[in-house]
């Protein structure tokens, strides 16, 4: 499950392999070895099999250490190794273990595997693979039937990011084979590799090298690893199965982390700038769409047969053809029939690849806010956007504030009251729009942190901590509130310890029975009204969570669009809580709606679903909950624009504004889903076709 929806989790309970048996699963593998494999195999070209130490690596999450992974290889009689690891690390209180053992023969190739546990929280693993000695291999995955597939040598054996010994083998077989640019994966996929060069990082006084580098196939997109001068994989930088930065760093080099993650940032922004170059279209000049239906974004009626000039990032004029004039030696656009919009916010995101950059422009966003992150990565991502070298929406930067309890989350921790104003320092210099504050922040430090950040020009907006409702969180100087289940928190027991004594049942009962009419519900409604707290209610990431895969896909049609790598995640739930599912998501859409009555202000934004594509699912959700098709429109256009005191330069479309415009085949005022319907997306005055975007991004157009 992301980041999101922790209260909503609570009541979404599941079985969990402890540890101890994970470890115990080894041991049966142990017990049992694999006869040598048999023919097929290409065993005259692999000679650099596993190494025979253990490894130990520690984990990271955003910069933090959550945990460690430890493998041993053990010679069989054949020739080959057993290789194992034992992954585990603990992420905002909930453990995440896996196993994994390696059957490598002494060719070096594997020859059979098997990885029991989960990848991140809620997200399982359980993968086997065996070779069946004619060049087949049996496959055999959680959720899917079993299959025979062939694939040519040299092949590697890899389910992802995790664990770090899956990409140990993955890259020895790919240096051992003359390291060509692709590699078949089992148990499905590919991957290519690229090596970035070598460099020095200082260690112990001394300068060591490290070979860096970039690897696609594994995660969605590219992550980046690093080879020392022996050929073992010392660091890896990339996501996890919820999208959040991931590190893994042997022993020996826990102290370059930093510099690794900083690297592989700036390596990732030089692959920006590359493809900067290389998609959109710079006019010189001013620029005229003539002919579309505008709508500004004001709440004014559409204007049929209209001009929009546009010149850089500037917009020149916009209006009706009778009275807005095409400017000499402009270079039209002829747009009869369609649609033109001010480009679209998503005000809950999170930006940890630079693929994301681009799906989201070809989605039309050309306006993001980053509601937590690695200071220094989001940062340079905003300011290469802002400068022109690179691709992908104008980034508004929150930085994300917790503690330093078990539970805590990000890179800036406050424990304190002495902690405070050198946090709050940090986020003005870097031009951080807001602070989020997340779910471990102690109470008390609510209150003088909004406080410090009002007075230094910020807002406050984040999840509930702990110990707190919604009502004292808004009194303690939220601005505003991530996620509709923040509501929950007037209903849920506001102490973990309680809340975790609920059976599903109890926790069920308690959403399916809310009141809306109730005292507390009328007070909660109330406030947000009076005080205009800003609420982005991810509904499109809680839908995903509320349906079977075959009604997920029913709803939201990018999911056939997106990457192998990341199809897994969203899975939908089984039939048997469906009913369940369906009664929980109408409870939060009569939630919104009553917001919406009353007059709260409501922004788009999807956090780690769907990329680009739930966006508009967001859109959708609103007008089922009674927002008319402009009101939809306006909370990813000028609600938020407003909000963040921006107006002047975007949300809609006028003179003197910022040229952030979306050309759509359809009318989103006669239905709102036409808002999919992107032939062109205008970006600070660039031109960019949504299908090169889809295909920079790895999704299908």
């Known amino acids: ?136 291999f049996d496959v055999r995955r959680l959720g899917a039937a079993p299959r025979a597939v062939r694939v040519e040598s040299p092949y590697a054996v890899s389910s992802g990011y995790a664990p770090m010994l899956g990409q140990e083998l993955l890259l020895r077989t790919w240096v051992a084979r003359g390291r060509p640019p692709r590699l078949p994966l089992l148990p499905e996929g590919e991957a290519s590799i690229e090596s970035r060069g070598r460099e020095g990082y200082p260690l112990d006084g001394k300068t060591v090298m490290l070979e860096h580098l970039a690897i696609r196939g594994l995660v969605w997109g590219r992550e980046d690893a690093w080879l020392d001068e022996k050929g073992k994989l010392a660091a890896v930088v990339t996501r996890d199965a919820e999208f959040d930065h991931f590190e893994g760093a042997r022993s020996t080099y826990t102290t370059l982390i930093e510099a690794l993650v900083s690297r592989a940032a700036s390596d990732a922004l030089a692959s920006l700038s590359d493809a900067s170059r290389q998609t959109g279209d710079d006019a010189a000049g001013p620029v005229a769409l003539v002919g579309a239906r505008l709508i500004d974004g004001t709440g004014a009626a559409a204007v049929p047969d209209a ?54 422009l070809a989605a039309g966003v050309t306006t993001v806010r980053d509601l937590g992150n690695i200071m220094e990565f989001i940062i340079a991502i905003r300011d290469a956007v802002d400068s022109g070298r690179g691709i992908g929406p104008r980034v508004i930067v929150d930085g994300l504030v917790d503690s330093t309890a078990k539970m805590g989350l990000g890179t800036l921790r406050v424990d304190s009251e002495a902690d405070i104003a050198p946090m709050i320092e940090r986020l003005v210099k870097a031009h951080c729009a807001e602070l989020k504050i997340y779910s471990s922040l102690k109470p008390s430090l609510v209150a003088p942190l909004a406080a410090e950040a009002h007075r230094r020009g910020l807002r406050v907006t984040g999840h509930v901590p702990e110990g707190m409702d ?63 707290t800003l609420v982005d209610p991810t509904m499109a990431l809680f839908e995903l969570f509320s349906y079977p895969a075959a009604e997920l896909a029913r709803r939201e049609p990018g999911l056939a669009k997106m990457p192998r790598e990341l199809r897994g995640n969203y899975q939908g739930i089984d039939a048997e809580n469906a009913a369940w599912g369906d009664a929980r998501f109408k409870k939060y859409v009569a939630i919104l709606r009553e917001m919406h009555r009353r007059g709260v202000p409501i922004v788009a934004g999807t956090d780690q679903s769907v990329i680009g594509h739930s966006l508009h699912r967001e859109l959708e959700i609103y007008v089922s909950a009674g927002f008319t098709p402009m009101e939809a429109l306006q909370s990813a256009t000028l609600v938020p624009a407003r909000a963040l005191k921006l107006d002047a330069e975007l949300g809609t479309i006028a003179a003197g504004k910022r040229a952030d415009l979306l050309v759509l085949d359809g009318d989103p005022l006669v239905d709102i889903r036409n808002t999919r319907t992107i032939s062109l997306v205008i970006a600070r005055g660039r031109s960019y076709r949504p299908a090169d975007l889809w295909r920079l991004s790895g999704f299908s157009p």
């Open 1 to 136: 499950m992301p980041r999101s929806g922790r209260r909503d989790a609570l009541i979404c309970y599941r079985p969990r392999m402890s540890l101890r048996l994970l470890i115990l699963a080894l041991a049966l593998t142990a017990c049992h070895p694999l006869p040598p494999s048999r023919g097929a195999l290409d065993e005259s070209a692999i000679t650099a099999g596993p190494p025979q130490e253990p490894a130990h690596y520690q984990l990271y999450k955003f910069l933090q250490p959550i945990g460690i992974e430890t493998d041993t290889f053990t010679p069989t009689v054949d020739g080959g190794v057993e290789a194992k690891a034992i992954f585990t690390f603990n992420d905002r209180g909930s453990d995440v273990p896996l196993a994994a053992a390696y059957r490598v023969g002494s060719n070096g190739l594997v020859v059979r595997y098997d990885a029991w546990g989960d990848v991140a929280r809620g997200a399982q693993l359980d993968d086997h693979v065996r070779a069946l000695g004619d060049g087949r």
């Open 307 to 360: 001009v929009i000039v546009y010149e850089g990032d500037r917009i020149l004029a916009a209006g009706p053809r009778a009275t807005t004039p095409v400017p000499p030696g402009a270079r039209r656009v002829e747009v009869q029939g369609k649609t033109v919009i001010p480009g679209l916010w998503d005000m809950h995101a999170h930006i940890e690849q630079v693929e994301q950059s681009a799906a989201y």
């Open 470 to 532: 919604l009502l004292e969180a808004i009194d303690a100087g939220f601005d505003g509130v991530n996620h509709l289940t923040s509501v929950l928190s007037l209903v849920f027991p506001k102490n973990e310890t309680e809340r975790r004594k609920l059976s599903r049942e109890q926790g069920r009962r308690l959403i399916r029975d809310l009141d809306l009419k109730s005292p507390v519900m009328e007070r909660m409604f109330a406030r947000l009204a009076e005080r205009k």
